[in-house]
């Protein structure tokens, strides 16, 4: 048929391997369990109502909700049929005849097709049952890297920090190529790669709702990335392709988060459980919700009424985990005893603003406001205390903002308003604010070189690390002066500087992004100003499943906190507070 293009005749078309009847699914790597009743109830009282012979309208709608959760810009989601649906439309924006895309091998079959059917090149990168990274850097030249970690089918995971150097070669590149880090698994895994997000313009990463909220059937996936791209890649979007079925059932799931929640967490650990039960199998280290297991068990499994998905030519296999019961019936076709449940530990994180919390730094930023206002408005007469008011306003958490701000007031004749202005900031001068931020940022942070020098730690990070808790930094401070408070303290965490708008204090986004990077539980955010206060209580409202807690310090700790926050003068004295709390 020379109509269509020569290669697809040597193409075969995707056939369902046979399978057995009968046996339990440990192969297709699903959720150990289908959604609770209550969740299907609800679906199903919202699919009596559905409207079938129209077509669905709330992609957008549950686009938005998805894009809060994550703490992505406005833009920056794209919601699709699934994941590998998602990942062919990359590949459909991205490749061109011939563009050579690097996969690790093993890994997931759908990527050659995939590539393939956009006419493109595979490199195969040989990963064994690890995740090295050397192959990858000389891939470099390479159109798209396609990352998968956890990968499958060994459950091979690197984390934030092992994977950085690649992040940054790939960006440094003089052509960089897209990189597309797929992160069907990540819910399993200690972290996620959330937070690289924001930072690299060609990076994509790629979720599925298939694990997480147990809704394969479903076909749903995003990818989040830079506005820029993801607006590109919407381009090519079908209008009306996601069901409007499967959306509501997003919609219902998202509902349901707690439950789907106390499912992973519960994969993860009947995982490490069933991997420390077989002393005479190899294993490799998995963070996804299955482990590849040699020699292979899959004949010994299927006599026990359990299917595994033998791999071909390695001697292996790889096991998906189902309910305990399941588990405990796998470990017993294995000739083993399931090593015994321990107490699960909630995974709590700290988060910790930098001035006031961590350095003591109101000196160094009033002496650079006030040097900065002195060339920019000359005539305004300035003291620390319009310097404290601006901070108790809100909104004015980052200091070259605040020296807009009193600019504009002070050009106007208006820094009266100052001092009523708390809550409500200046609405009606905000636009003439923002076109003046980057002209106040130069000149703010000129004098901020010299005024840095002002500043001291308040606490050691062996005091933090105490606490036996996840520990992360959310700052007002743009990235270049993040670096140089690392420089006063001596030491850095992760951390989310405002480099954008959308992780600007009060918005709840960079506390939201690292809720999803530590896979936390439990959130405790601690700061000294309004923005500080606000931020984490948009944050609690945005996903209510996770428990949130603010902490007050500082001399306002009195004005910002709420009637069941902590507070205390100083970091260090929060700490014994900290310790007390269930």
């Known amino acids: 048929m020379s109509f269509l293009r020569s290669d697809l005749e040597e193409t075969p078309a995707y056939r369902r391997p046979e399978e057995p009847v009968g046996l339990v699914r440990l192969h297709m790597n699903e959720a150990a369990r289908d959604w609770p009743c209550a969740a299907k109830e609800a679906l199903l009282a919202r699919l009596r109502n559905l409207p079938f012979q129209q077509y669905p309208e709330r992609q957008a709608e549950l686009t938005e ?25 990359v590949a459909l924006a991205g490749l061109r005849p011939g563009d050579t895309v690097a996969i ?33 850097f000389d891939a470099l030249d390479c159109r798209q890297l396609w990352i998968t970690l956890p990968n499958n089918p060994t459950g091979a995971w690197l984390s934030p920090d092992e994977l950085e150097p690649l992040l940054q070669a790939a960006a440094d590149c003089p052509e960089p190529p897209l990189v597309v880090l797929d992160e069907a698994y990540a819910e399993f895994a200690p972290l996620t790669h959330r937070l690289a997000v924001d930072r690299y313009p060609n990076l994509l990463l790629l979720r599925t709702f298939s694990k997480a909220l147990a809704s394969a059937s479903w076909r749903l996936g995003y990818l989040l990335g830079d506005p820029a791209l993801i607006r590109q890649l919407a381009t090519l979007q079908l209008p009306y392709s996601i069901p409007a079925a499967s959306l509501e059932a997003l919609d219902v799931a998202l509902d349901f988060a707690p439950d789907f929640e106390e499912q992973i967490r519960s994969t993860a650990e009947l995982r490490d459980r069933l991997s420390a039960s077989l002393p005479n199998h190899k294993i490799a280290r998995s963070a996804g919700n299955f482990l590849h297991i040699s020699p292979d068990p899959a004949a010994a499994l299927k006599k026990a009424g359990l ?25 017993q076709a294995l000739d083993a ?21 961590l350095i003591e730094a109101d000196r160094s930023f009033m002496e650079a406001v006030s040097r900065a206002l002195a ?70 942070q000129k004098h901020y070189a010299e005024t840095c020098k002002l500043e001291s730690p308040l606490i050691e990070l062996q005091a933090l690390r105490s606490l036996g808790c996840d520990l ?40 939201l992004q690292l809720a999803d990077a530590f896979r936390a539980e439990s959130i405790t955010f601690v700061g000294d100003t309004r923005d500080d206060a606000a931020c984490l209580r948009s944050a609690s409202e945005i996903r209510p499943e996770l428990i949130w807690r603010f902490a007050a310090v500082g001399a306002d700790r009195d ?24």
């Not at 449940?341 to 603003?353: G, M, N, Q, S, Y």
């Not at 007469?381 to 020296?403: I, M, P, Q």
């Open 65 to 89: 909700r998805l894009r809060l959760r994550l703490g992505a810009p406005e833009g920056g989601l794209l919601l699709g049929p699934s994941s590998g649906n998602l990942l062919d439309h």
């Open 104 to 136: 690790p091998t093993p890994g997931f079959s759908l990527y050659s097709m995939l590539v393939r059917r956009h006419a493109g090149q595979v490199r195969p990168l040989e990963m064994g049952t690890g995740f090295p990274l050397e192959p990858w």
């Open 307 to 331: 299917l595994a998905r033998a791999l071909p030519g390695t001697g292996a296999a790889r096991v998906g985990i189902g309910t305990e019961e399941i588990v405990e019936r796998a470990t």
């Open 337 to 357: 005893t399931l090593a015994k449940a321990t107490l699960r530990i909630r995974r709590e994180l700290l988060v910790l603003d930098v001035d006031g919390v």
């Open 375 to 444: 060339e920019l408005a000359p005539d305004l007469s300035w003291t620390d205390e319009h310097f404290r008011a601006f901070k108790r306003v809100g909104g004015f958490n980052n200091d070259y903002r605040l020296c807009s701000a009193a600019w504009v007031l002070a050009e106007q004749g208006m820094m009266d308003r100052l001092w009523t202005a708390g809550g409500i900031g200046f609405p009606d001068l905000e636009a003439e604010i923002q076109r003046r931020e980057s002209a106040a940022q130069i000149v703010a």
């Open 472 to 511: 992360a930094i959310l700052t007002g401070r743009p990235p270049e002066e993040l670096v140089m408070a690392f420089g006063v303290l001596g030491w850095r965490l992760p951390a989310i500087a405002d480099a954008f708008p959308h992780l600007r204090k009060p918005s709840p986004c960079g506390l």
């Open 559 to 582: 004005l910002i906190r709420g009637p069941h926050d902590l507070s205390a003068p100083t970091l260090s004295d929060l700490l014994p507070l900290l310790q007390e709390q269930p």
